[in-house]
């Protein structure tokens, strides 16, 4: 089952927007008449409205006109018919736009808000309600309309979140009510505002507050508009059952009730206190009561908004009669100026194509030139990474290439070490025949070239595999001279022996170095020590 906003939020809106404007319109005798029966007989009340309207058709009076059909479209629904409400209402709300009056379109706005409300469209109702606001305060603005409708405009968005049970953006916007009215009643009592603070409050738990504000509206309403007195009573049943005090909001719940079937208003205030008084009385196991107030709820609800409905049996759908009044008018004006519009028209269609063929060959000469440009960025970027993949390639090789040189290189050095090593044992051996203080000095000077031979080896390296070093010690900061030696060495894929004879040390002590070197190097057994190095 649907929640529907109660038609009488609508009226309290349009009591405040009626009772501070009145000044603004002409009365005539049917209006006078027609707002005299307006709770007492629906049929006297319609009946003169409908005489008021005829009246100002008659005078070509379009304001006054419209403000007729807008008091009958509200009549309407606050009695429940809300399909000729809608009628009125759009009706209104064109003869508004005809005569371009800014005034009446912000009421009808605001009228059209709360119907939209009504079937849940929420979304069009606070942008009809927007629309109200945003011309009153434009209007007020320009001192050409009064600061109340723009506080009734308030009021109304105050009200629809309220019902809602968006408490703080009723709040928001009830503060922005009382801000207006202040600005020009300071000092003075607005009771339609003091109730509905009150009613805030109690939501808020201010419970003695929202009381004392109740009780002095209660007041108030009891001598100058009995019929409000449905709402004030169903706010204060809601203050105590939010208190508690269950048969207290039982009691208003039922005075609610009782008010508006004595003076035929606020009816669908009718179908929420029958609800809330029926889950009170199933509270409290007063079943029967329960059953009968919860049956009387869905009757009105099914009369109301029930399908088979013949107030509302097109409503469900909402048509947009205003539209199509206005698309009717326009068709109307075209058939007139078809004649001499003809030409034009097909000058316009010529203009049009021919913008649009243009349009079209731009569009597609810059596809085409973006995709060609497109094209050429990619193939240069491909060519130009096949020449850095060539050229690393090439560098790559010219270092192995130094590094098979340098190694033939140190190879050599090796077999001519060990060649001064046979020399120097072969002379030994023969010593008895030879010089020996001559041999000497040749062995010296001969070996005195050894000790270079690994700076020169080494300089070489680091000028091929520039960054070798650097890295090394970088990832493994505890290596040695030594152990970076070795690494060379390993890189350059030198055997156990030709290290020892390049190093000057045994074999067993490079093995030593090697095991050493992997436990720094924190590699596993089955890990490749020469593959390892060659990566860096």
Known sequence: MFKRT?????????????????????????????????FVNFEKAVHNYEKSIEFFTFKKDTFNLINSINELSELYGHNLNYGKAYDGYW??????????????????????????????????ALENFGNALTISKALSSQNSFSIDYTISDYFSIANFYRYNKDYETARTYLDSCYLYFRSKNEGIRNYFLESERGFLLANEGNFEKAEEILLKSHEYFKENNESYLVIIHYFLAKLYQLKKDFEQSKFHYNKSLELSYAH???????????????????????????????????DLENKIFGINSKNNEYLFEIKDQYRLQKEKQEKLLKEQRLSELESKQKISLLSASLLFVTLFFLIIVGVMTFKNLKRKHKREQRLLK????????????????????????????????????????SLAENRDNLNLNSVNKVIKSIQSGMGSNWKEFEARFI????????????SFPTLTQTDLKICALIKLNFSSKDMASLLGISVESVHTSRYRLRKKLKLERNDNLVEFIANY
């Open 463 to 474: 000028n091929i595999n520039q960054g070798f070093y650097k890295n090394l010690k970088s």
């Open 91 to 124: 009706k209104a709300l064109f003869l508004a736009e005809k005569s371009n009056d800014s005034f009446s379109k912000s009421r009808v706005y605001q009228s059209l808000g709360w119907l939209y409300s009504f079937y849940n469209r929420n979304t069009k």
């Open 6 to 38: 109660p038609i009488s939020i609508v009226f309290i809106a349009f009591c405040i927007s009626i009772s501070w404007s009145q000044q603004l319109y002409k009365k005539n005798q049917y209006l006078e008449k027609a707002r005299e029966n307006k």
């Open 264 to 298: 035929n208003s606020h009816m669908n205030y009718q179908i929420i206190n029958h609800k809330e008084v029926s889950q009170l009385y199933y509270n409290s196991k007063d079943y029967q009561r329960a059953f009968s107030h919860i049956k009387e709820a869905i």
């Open 386 to 425: 096949q020449k850095q993949r060539l050229k690393l390639n090439e560098s790559k090789k010219a270092i192995e290439l130094k590094n098979k040189e340098l190694a033939k290189s140190a190879l050599q050095l090796i077999e001519k070490d060990e060649f001064i090593v046979g020399l120097k044992n």
